[in-house]
């Protein structure tokens, strides 16, 4: 094997081995204390909207195949919405970030769009895109995109004017400046800008796939709560969760595989 | 007789409307280092931002080797104060990062490791920058300066966030580094005595615009600041740049 890849290999190894060992330690001591409250809770009240955790656990261990279906679709359009995200907020934001007339430009169009409830534009959405996939990806695209474009552009905005000045003085082409400069100072927002994304993408999935689905997540929680099958629902509920505590942590062996010891806040220097 | 190498004549920069030089006319040789000192505010490092082509003058002109200094050009390499090191890189990237910028792909790594070696840093190729101590990352700004064998070196206070020992330690490396590779230097400082001790040539930049150039009687001297006379000449240079005119 080259030395290279072997690195590599051994990177994700380690990667993967310290993903347990720390999910392990902390993420499922934190899983058993949430369903310790969740029991306390159910006790507390005693009325069957708060079905018991035992309960919910051994419904989803008896339908494991629809719940992954459901899951499944939704993940595919969390995805797709991020991966556009990312294709067109990156750019976005390293724009904004370089250039004071874009910045002047389009930062007060995107003050004033941040904090709008983007749910409410659902309804135009359908009617623009249908009632099929692309609606549901457009509403969630719409939801993160501009939080993306904003972590990219202080990103940039952050990066040291003696570091532009250090690349000027090596004579630097433009796309030496993206390679060795402001793709590698930005690559910890952009995880931190992901990072919140797929939490408001989650969580949207109840809007999202509240309408012409059959499949997916939010529609599993929203068809459970109108039968008002409430151990379903919150089966659907605590899939999500664990759906969410999967990506956070794919995203955090991604960022310490890619970001750089230096910036990287998850890597501690020896 | 060695010819110009840079020259700067008649040049005037304004910033806000505020003058920063004013006719400033300058000549230096090739090979020879040039210590640049002065009051604060005195326009000193925007002379070394001239030279490097950051700045365009607002009047006159800025040249090397008879070609108009419009940019940076690959032959200065500038060694900032800030040292300006991507915390995302390795001390064998960074050092590295001026050859691969140029499109350079053979024998990187062989110079480089020749040239950590000579600057001490043999063992801190894999490490990040905010793992070396103030005097290793200075020395790791001086190796990323050097590698790309540049024909001007220009240095804004090289030594200023130092301790005494590790000052002086870099203070013969850059000395040695610019003999042995007969490099133009020209620094800026605040500290008289590094003056004495890199510039063979100090040049005194006075508020009327005009640079009053002295030859360093100390340059070839060795342990220069043990020689009787050493301090009486920094105090005889702090007392020229506080004077208005000299005498």
Redesign the interface.
């Known amino acids: 094997m080259k030395e290279g890849s072997w690195l590599v290999w051994t990177g994700i190894k380690r990667g993967i081995q310290g993903g347990i060992k720390r999910f392990a330690k902390g993420q499922f001591a934190g899983f058993i204390s949430f369903l310790i409250l969740w029991e306390v809770f159910h006790l507390l009240l005693n009325t069957h909207t708060v079905p018991s955790p035992l309960e919910t656990l051994v419904y989803i261990v008896k339908v494991p195949g629809v719940l992954l279906l459901h899951c499944g679709a939704s993940l595919l359009r969390v995805m797709a919405a991020i991966g556009i995200s990312l294709l067109i907020g990156v750019p976005a934001g390293i724009l904004m970030g370089v250039n004071e007339t874009c910045k002047r430009l389009l930062s007060p169009l995107l003050y004033f769009i941040y904090p709008m409830p983007k749910i409410a534009f659902l309804p135009i959405f359908m009617l623009l895109f249908g009632l099929g996939n692309t609606s549901k990806i457009i509403l969630m695209i719409w939801i993160i995109i501009f939080q993306m474009i904003l972590s990219v552009r202080d990103g940039v905005e952050q990066i040291?004017p003696?570091?532009f000045?250090?690349?000027?003085?090596?004579?630097?082409?433009a796309g030496?400046r993206y390679r060795?400069?402001i793709l590698?100072?930005i690559?910890p927002q952009i995880f931190s800008g992901l990072r919140i994304s797929i939490g408001i993408t989650l969580a949207s999935l109840f809007f999202a796939e509240n309408y012409a689905a059959v499949y997916g997540i939010g529609y599993y929680i929203l068809s459970a709560w109108s039968k008002m099958d409430y151990v379903e629902m919150f089966g659907g509920i605590l899939v999500i969760g664990l759906v969410g505590v999967l990506l956070f942590n794919l995203l955090d062996l991604l960022e310490r595989l890619s970001?750089?010891?230096?910036?990287n806040p998850r890597k501690k220097?020896? | 007789m060695k010819k110009d190498f840079i020259s700067m004549d008649q040049v005037s920069v304004d910033f806000d409307r505020q003058q920063v030089l004013k006719g400033v006319n300058l000549t230096l040789e090739q090979g020879i280092s040039y210590a640049l000192i002065g009051k604060s505010g005195s326009g000193k490092t925007t002379i070394l931002n001239l030279v490097a082509g950051f700045l365009k003058p607002d009047e006159g002109t800025v040249s090397i080797h008879g070609v108009k200094v419009q940019r940076p050009r690959r032959e200065t390499a500038f060694l900032f104060q800030e040292l300006g090191l991507l915390p995302w890189q390795t001390v064998a990237e960074a050092v590295a990062m001026p050859l691969k910028l140029r499109g350079q792909k053979k024998g990187i790594d062989m110079l480089v490791a020749e040239l950590l070696h000579k600057l001490g840093l043999e063992k801190h190729g894999n490490k990040y920058p905010q793992e070396l101590s103030g005097g290793e990352q200075q020395r790791v700004a001086l190796a990323r300066t050097l590698i790309g064998e540049p024909d001007l070196i220009l240095m804004d206070e090289p030594t200023s966030a130092l301790d005494a020992t590790t000052k002086e330690e870099l203070q013969g490396l850059i000395r040695w580094e610019q003999q042995k590779r007969q490099a133009t230097l020209l620094f800026v400082t605040h500290d008289v005595e590094e003056a004495v001790i890199l510039g063979q040539y100090i040049l005194i930049l006075k508020e009327d615009g005009r640079i009053v150039q002295l030859e360093n009687p100390y340059y070839f001297t060795e342990n220069a600041r043990e020689q009787l006379g050493f301090y009486e000449e920094c105090i005889k240079l702090r007392g020229m740049i506080k004077m208005e005119k000299d005498v």
Not at chain 1, 165 to 173: E, G, I, L, Q
Request: proline share 16%.
């Open positions: 040291p003696s570091y000045k250090v690349m000027d003085s090596f004579c630097a082409t030496q060795y400069l590698p100072a690559l970001v750089p010891r230096g910036t220097n020896p």
